[in-house]
């Protein structure tokens, strides 16, 4: 599969953006050593744009056709040394499109999705034992599904809850109860809270659930956060730091880990 690197650049006065891409694949691929020809047909000027200042904006695009192991690297070095100020003439550079960073997304995507929906399984289990009921899951809690969230008969129809429409960071942080912030509400919590005991148990919980599942959930908190990370930076088709991509792999391994081991306990009555 070609490799294609796909950028907006600046160049001064009087430069061929041509022949200075050119120049710069003639050192990236050295040791194949290719000609003019060879070099030239890898390009693609797509666009230019001349300013008054004597700069010129363009659109070019490069494609490496070797095969994707010896690609990734050239064209990593590519996206290294067009923004770097090393090649001559190209001040400024905007990468589009990156086949290297499209695949690696691609695959980051694919084990989100994993992880996601392990989560999703991991509290939808938590929640329906909890209340018995199989919609409404949110209702004593802080956390607020989306507004576009479909009403329980159109979850049903689509095989989901609540739990698909929170925000990645709210996994963790389900169980926390909602406390009233009108007066409406505080003189109905009164009303169901007979007697005054029961009011102060109510206001002063840290979690809707039981001791064994609301610690399943805290469990949860210092791990999703590495995954929404690199979640963002792929819904959004940003490179990503090693820092972050190495916070991510550990959080990954932990997470489905703990989320195994949570569901065996369960299943044989442990937890």
Request: hydrophobic share 40%; glycine share 4%; net charge negative.
């Amino acid at each position: 599969m070609a490799t294609r690197i796909e950028c907006l650049i600046v160049c001064s006065g009087g430069t061929d953006e041509t022949s200075a891409l050119r120049e710069a694949l003639r050192e990236i691929l050295e040791d194949d050593a290719p000609d003019d020809a060879a070099l030239e047909s890898m390009i693609d000027l797509r666009y230019t744009r001349d300013r008054s200042d004597g700069r010129r904006i363009a659109g070019i695009a490069v494609t490496f056709d070797d095969d994707e192991e010896a690609d990734e690297p050239r064209a990593l070095e590519l996206t290294r040394v067009l923004p770097d100020g090393e090649i001559e003439g190209i001040k400024h550079a905007v990468k589009l499109e990156d086949s290297v960073l499209r695949r690696r997304n691609e695959a980051w995507a694919r084990e989100s999705f994993d992880i996601e929906m392990r989560l999703r399984e991991a509290l939808s289990l938590i929640f329906i034992d909890t209340y018995g009921h199989y919609f409404g899951l949110l209702d004593e809690v802080e956390v607020n599904a989306q507004k576009d969230m479909p009403p329980a008969e159109a979850l049903q129809g689509l095989c989901e809850n609540e739990l698909f429409f929170v925000l990645f960071s709210d996994y963790a942080k389900v169980d926390k109860p909602r406390l009233p912030k009108k007066v409406e509400d505080f003189v109905d919590l009164v009303a169901r809270a007979e007697p005054f005991d029961t009011l102060r148990d109510l206001l002063g919980r840290q979690s809707v659930l039981e001791e064994r599942y609301a610690e399943f959930v805290a469990s949860l908190r210092a791990h999703v956060d590495p995954v929404e990370k690199l979640r963002n930076a792929i819904a959004h088709n940003r490179s990503v730091s090693h820092r972050i991509v190495e916070n991510y792999q550990m959080a990954r391994e932990t997470l489905l880990s703990m989320i195994d081991e949570f569901i065996r306990e369960v299943s044989a009555g442990r937890a």
